[in-house]
């Protein structure tokens, strides 16, 4: 069985940076893309930046050009660095991974997430 485990999360200033991190584990085939995804109190989860095996992102509009994503194939961990944080970025952060034999036939897997609260 496949488990994905978050860190990083934290109280930060506005304009302060956290790095989060997400590492599956477990019974792997292959690992396709890889997302962060963020749920702030009373809000719909929403996707906050997405990476394919390639390396090649995608980022929301609210977070394009503060947050970059990253991830090491070799350690089946993602990474999403979070600079100039504001406190409209407070929210649990949630790491996705498609897991399976072939894109197709990938299942979603998901994290327990991780708190990331902005405030001075």
């Known amino acids: 069985q496949v488990q994905l485990v978050e860190s990083g999360g934290g109280l930060v200033q506005p304009g302060g940076s956290l790095r989060l991190s997400c590492t599956a584990s477990?019974?792997?085939?292959?690992?396709?893309?890889m997302g962060w995804y963020r749920q702030a109190s009373g809000k719909q989860r929403e996707l906050v930046a997405t990476?394919?095996?390639?390396?090649?992102?995608k980022y929301d509009d609210s977070v394009k050009g503060r947050f970059t994503i990253s991830r090491d194939n070799a350690k089946n961990t993602v990474y999403l660095q979070m600079n100039s944080l504001k406190p409209e970025d407070t929210a649990v952060y949630y790491c996705?991974?498609?897991?399976?034999?072939?894109?197709?036939?990938?299942?979603?897997?998901w994290g327990q997430g991780t708190q990331v609260t902005v405030s001075s």
């Open positions: 996705k991974a498609q897991i399976g034999v072939s894109p197709t036939l990938a299942k979603d897997y």
């Open positions: 477990g019974t792997i085939l292959n690992i396709f893309a």
């Open positions: 990476s394919t095996r390639g390396g090649d992102s």
